[in-house]
């Protein structure tokens, strides 16, 4: 019953803005950090930005600048706004949480579905 709906992925021009959401099921019962990942072709999968619950933010140092992570905990939903995109930003996104079931069930992390971004002329 636990999932992550993703959206907002798709082409843009060089220094062009697109913003990813996610949003979380109402079967979680409580959210902690989230975060999103990009993974390119023939690439591993890596950190682009991650908040905790208490709306710390961590940065890859290829997005700092032009990327922001932020979080509506009232709507289950973590936001991926990036700005001044490049070519290099190209590649699948995902989003990433760790939740909790029940009040005092364990923590376990789940995924999106991942959405393109593509950044092209």
């Known amino acids: 019953q636990v999932q992550l709906v993703e959206s907002g992925g798709g082409l843009v021009q060089p220094g062009g803005s697109l913003r990813l959401s996610c949003s979380a099921s109402?079967?979680?019962?409580?959210?902690?950090?989230m975060g999103w990942y990009r993974q390119a072709p023939g690439k591993e999968r890596e950190l682009v930005a991650t908040?905790?619950?208490?709306?710390?933010?961590n940065y890859a140092d290829s997005v700092k600048g032009r990327f922001t992570i932020s979080r509506d905990n009232a709507k289950n939903t973590v936001y991926l706004q990036m700005n001044s995109l490049k070519p290099e930003d190209t590649a699948v996104y995902y989003c990433?949480?760790?939740?909790?079931?029940?009040?005092?069930?364990?923590?376990?992390?789940?995924w999106g579905q991942g959405t393109q971004v593509t950044v092209s002329s």
């Open positions: 109402r079967s979680i019962f409580s959210i902690g950090a």
């Open positions: 908040i905790t619950s208490g709306d710390n933010t």
């Open positions: 990433h949480t760790l939740a909790k079931r029940s009040f005092s069930g364990a923590w376990y992390d789940y």
